[in-house]
Each structure stands twice: as C-alpha cells, then as structure tokens.
C-alpha cells in the first residue's frame, strides 16, 4: 500500500515549536515535490510550503515566511516543516502531499496538482 504518513502534531505553547514528518511508504519520494498544507476548522484548506525534488527550490506562504522551515531527507524519503515561533490560538490539521515534479525543479502551491496525500496531523497552538 502506498501512501504518506504525517506525524508530529501535537499541543505546543504559544512561542514553540514542532516538527512535522511526512514519510513515505510504499514508494519512493524521488522525483516528487513534498507540499504541505493546513485546514483551521471553517476554513478552507490553504498552502503553507513546499519543496522541490531534490530540494533546490523551496515555497512559502507569506503568513510563515521566516519562522517555517521546510526539508527533505531523499534517502530517508521523508519530508519535515520545522514550525517556530507558533501563534496562539491557531489550530488546524496538517497535511503533506507529493506531487511529481517538473523538470525545470519548481514545487506549486496548486493542490491539484498532488495526487498523493497524508491523513494529517493536528496542530493546537494554545496554553
């Protein structure tokens, strides 16, 4: 069964930090770009970062630009987003999703273009 599993969520205190993980099984992230995405409860679900294969080019929302950081392990097959600095009172699901990228190296925010997805993890930024 292929698939991707998210891991990582939690609680953390307003300030913390996470790190989320996003391993694949069952087939191998070479040639995909590892997107990550959130859903707040009423929300629709929005772009947070991507990364390219292997890793050249990188993507953020202006809304964490400077406190996320996202990464690739290739031989691991395994994505992260390193979270710092959380906002209080944000809460949402966490979800990774791979799509193959292109030749010119450069992920997309475009959620159709990922046709594998995680189950996602929750994030609760509160005290």
């Known amino acids: 069964q292929t698939q991707l599993v998210e891991s990582g969520g939690g609680l953390v205190q307003p300030g913390g930090s996470l790190r989320l993980s996003c391993a694949a099984s069952?087939?191998?992230?070479?040639?995909?770009?590892i997107g990550w995405f959130r859903q707040a409860p009423g929300k629709e679900r929005e772009a947070v970062s991507c990364i390219s294969y292997p890793g050249t080019h990188t993507k953020y929302a202006n809304s964490v630009k400077g406190r996320f950081t996202v990464s690739r392990d290739n031989v691991g097959d395994t994505g992260y987003l390193q979270m710092n600095s959380l906002k209080p009172g944000k809460r949402a699901i966490y979800y990774c999703?791979?799509?193959?990228?292109?030749?010119?190296?450069?992920?997309?925010?475009?959620?159709?273009?990922?046709?594998?997805w995680g189950q996602g993890t929750q994030v609760t930024v509160s005290y």
């Open positions: 999703a791979a799509t193959r990228c292109p030749d010119w190296g450069v992920c997309t925010f475009e959620e159709g273009q990922y046709v594998r």
């Open positions: 069952g087939f191998t992230l070479d040639y995909y770009s």
